[in-house]
């Protein structure tokens, strides 16, 4: 298994496939925040406005790490983003599913990402070295 990075910049493909994550864990985050503001108010709790602010600013972040990812800064934004998901369980345990779906997919694609990009990167130096 190649070395998984927490920061610096990623290749085209990897970065693209990441943000692709990070936009599809962001409507999930969003969703995620209805269900924990509609329990709070089913259960009588006075967070609901707390809790629906709270997903929301997390899927925002998310969509802002999408955005950043071409940077050095998206790479360790997307890494929050993965950890605070995994705390929101706390208050809606139904995001353990999503954060074992979305860190899947983020390991998944930020392994895989660099391997195309390198292999990318060889196919265009044989295609230079060919000329």
């Keep these: 298994m190649s070395r998984i ?6 290749g085209k493909f990897t970065w693209r496939m990441l943000a692709m994550v ?4 962001a409507i999930v985050i969003g969703l ?4 924990a503001r509609g329990t709070a108010i089913a259960s009588g709790d006075d967070n609901a406005e707390t809790l629906l602010w709270g ?4 899927a925002v972040l998310a969509l802002i790490a999408a955005g950043l990812m071409r ?3 998206g ?5 929050l983003v993965q950890l605070l998901t995994w705390a929101s369980a706390v208050v809606v345990p139904a995001m353990i599913g ?5 860190t899947g997919l983020w390991v998944y694609m930020l392994v895989k990402g660099q391997e195309t990009d ?3 990167a060889a196919r265009e130096r044989d295609a230079e070295s060919a000329r």
Aim: charged fraction near 0%; avoid cysteine.
């Design 55 to 58: 997903g929301v600013a997390l």
């Design 5 to 10: 990075p927490v920061t610096g910049t990623l």
């Design 71 to 73: 940077g050095p800064l």
């Design 32 to 35: 995620g925040a209805l269900v």
């Design 98 to 102: 999503v954060g074992l779906v979305f």
């Design 118 to 120: 390198a292999l990318v």
């Design 22 to 25: 990070l936009g599809g864990q």
């Design 75 to 79: 790479l360790p934004l997307g890494w």
